[in-house]
């Protein structure tokens, strides 16, 4: 058998066993386990505000608790609320604790997308519409 005959039979075979597969687990109501939007946002983030003034020295998210410390000192903690629903994610940011104590209680709206290992969030007053700076605070982030 050719070379070329090798490889389309090699992609023939290949394209068959994943119909099979895929068609098997249909089949036994496997279905690929959907990681939700909370489970993704878990853990440390190496993040960074966009064209702000200060630097953001740690993030974290554990549950729906999130914790924010600066370079300038201050730090935010707050509760999460995540809509998935929406496209982007809809977000809500209620501080509880600050070092802005003016800031506690307050609830910031916000948009939030992970792409693998990166988060991008927007923050407002008001829902932002798109991520960008001039909706809101744009931070961008990596997993550590």
């Known amino acids: 058998m050719g ?10 075979s290949a394209t068959a066993v994943l119909a099979v597969w895929t068609l098997g687990c249909a089949m036994l109501g496997i279905t690929p386990k959907r990681v939700s939007l909370q489970d993704q946002l878990q853990g440390k ?3 960074r505000l966009v064209d702000g003034d200060v630097d953001i020295t740690a993030m974290s998210i554990e549950g729906d ?22 496209s982007p994610a809809h977000m809500d940011l209620t501080l ?6 003016n800031l506690v209680g307050e609830t910031g709206e916000g948009i939030v997308k992970v792409e693998g290992s990166k988060v991008t969030w927007c923050l407002g007053e008001v829902r932002p519409m798109a991520f960008d700076t ?5 931070i961008v982030g990596e997993k550590k």
């Open 96 to 101: 509880t604790d600050s070092s802005m104590a």
């Open 45 to 47: 983030w190496a993040a």
């Open 65 to 86: 608790k999130i914790s924010i410390d600066t370079s300038s000192g201050d730090y935010f903690k707050g509760t999460l609320k995540l809509n998935e629903q929406e």
């Open 3 to 12: 070379r070329r005959k090798m490889s389309f039979f090699a992609v023939v």
């Open 134 to 138: 001039s909706e809101g605070l744009l």
